[in-house]
C-alpha cells in the first residue's frame, strides 16, 4: 500500500545532529512543501516513524533508512578517506569532492589504493607551497590564496604539525633513524610560528570560503621541548574568533607511529599520540539562540564568580 508522510516535522531535526540527517540544497529549500510515497506492507504513520530515520541520498530521492552500529556514521576510523567521505556526505552536499586543497603535497588524501576504503576525487583547486606536479598551483607560507572572497564552498586543509629548524642536526643527518618524523613532513620554528601560520590559514580559509562554506582543518596536539602543545584546541579558539562554527571533530585513530629512537633516551614522560582529528568549520553568519561562543562565556564565567553567582536564575 502506497504511504504518503509530510515532512512537516523535518525543521524541528534539522540539525545533522549525530550525522543522523543528511540533505541537499534543493531539499532544503523546499522542505515545509514536501512530501514523498513509501510503498511497503507495513503500516507507517507520522505518528510512529522515527524522524530521525530518514536519508536524503540526493535531490530526487529520499529513503527512510534503520540506522544502527554498523552504517551509523562515526566520529573515529583508522581510515582517512573513510572520514574525508563522510564529512561529504553530512556538510558538502552529499558529494567528496571538495572544491580546494590548498596543501595537496603528495595527493596523500586522493591515492588510490593504499588499503583505503574510500576512492576520494581529486578538488577541482590544488595549491601547495611545494609543489609536486605542473597542475598545483604554488602559493607562499605567509601570501594570500590565489582565491577571490566567498568564491569556493569547500576546502581541505593539512598543515605541518612538526616542530624543528632547518639546520637541527638531525634534521640534516644521514645517519638511520634520525628525524624520522621531521624527514617525512614539513616543519616549523620556532613554535610560535605553526601557531601564526595555523591563524593566517584558518583567516585565509574564512575569506575564501561562501556563506555556510566548509574547511576541513586536519590537525594534533603534540609534545615539543617536553611542552605538551594543544593545538587542536587553538585551532578551535582561532576557527572560532575568525567567525567559523566548529560543527563536527572526527578522530582519525592509527595502529602505529613513527618512533624516533632518541626522543626516548631518558625514558618516556608523555603519552605518544597515535590521533590526529579532522575539524569540521563551517563559515556562519547566522547565530542561534544555544549557540556559545566560549570566549565570551568565559568572561561571563569570571563575572558571576566574581559576584559570587547572585544574578544566576535557575529554571
Known amino acids: 500500500m502506497d504511504k504518503q508522510i509530510n515532512l512537516t516535522l523535518f525543521n524541528e531535526v534539522n540539525s545533522n545532529d549525530n550525522g543522523r540527517i543528511y540533505q541537499s540544497e534543493a531539499l532544503e529549500n523546499a522542505v515545509e512543501d514536501?512530501?514523498?510515497?513509501?510503498s511497503n506492507d507495513e503500516d507507517l504513520t507520522e505518528e510512529n516513524y522515527d524522524m530521525d530515520e530518514i536519508l536524503y541520498e540526493n535531490e530526487d530521492l529520499v529513503v527512510a533508512k534503520k540506522l544502527n552500529n554498523s552504517n551509523i556514521i562515526k566520529n573515529f576510523s583508522y581510515d582517512q578517506t573513510e572520514i574525508l567521505h563522510n564529512i561529504g556526505i553530512l556538510y558538502n552536499n552529499g558529494s567528496d569532492q571538495f572544491d580546494a586543497d590548498m596543501t595537496a603535497s603528495s595527493l596523500g588524501f586522493y591515492n588510490k589504493g593504499r588499503g583505503y576504503a574510500y576512492s576520494i576525487p581529486e578538488p577541482k583547486i590544488l595549491m601547495d607551497?611545494?609543489?609536486?606536479?605542473?597542475?598545483?598551483i604554488e602559493i607562499q607560507k605567509w601570501g594570500p590564496l590565489p582565491l577571490e572572497d566567498n568564491s569556493i564552498h569547500s576546502l581541505v586543509i593539512d598543515l605541518p604539525f612538526v616542530i624543528s629548524p632547518q639546520n637541527a642536526p638531525s634534521a640534516v643527518s644521514n645517519k638511520e633513524g634520525a628525524s624520522l618524523i621531521y624527514k617525512r613532513f614539513s616543519a616549523y620554528y620556532p613554535v610560535d610560528n605553526l601557531y601564526l601560520s595555523y591563524y593566517h590559514w584558518l583567516?585565509?580559509?574564512?575569506r575564501v570560503l561562501e556563506e555556510n562554506g566548509i574547511c576541513i582543518f586536519k590537525c594534533q596536539s603534540m609534545i615539543s621541548g617536553g611542552i605538551r602543545h594543544n593545538v587542536e584546541e587553538f585551532s578551535f579558539m582561532a576557527s572560532q574568533r575568525l567567525g567559523f562554527k566548529m560543527v563536527d571533530k572526527f578522530t582519525l585513530l592509527a595502529k602505529a607511529r613513527l618512533i624516533s629512537p632518541g626522543k626516548y633516551k631518558s625514558g618516556q614522560v608523555h603519552s605518544r599520540s597515535y590521533t590526529s582529528m579532522f575539524l569540521v568549520f563551517v563559515k556562519s553568519s547566522k547565530t542561534k539562540s544555544k549557540e556559545f561562543n566560549y570566549e565570551q562565556l568565559l568572561d561571563r564565567c569570571l563575572k558571576e564568580e566574581n559576584e559570587h553567582y547572585i544574578n544566576v536564575v535557575e529554571k
Open 203 to 206: 583567516s585565509e580559509a574564512n
Open 129 to 136: 607551497v611545494c609543489p609536486t606536479r605542473e597542475d598545483i
Open 34 to 38: 514536501f512530501k514523498f510515497e513509501l
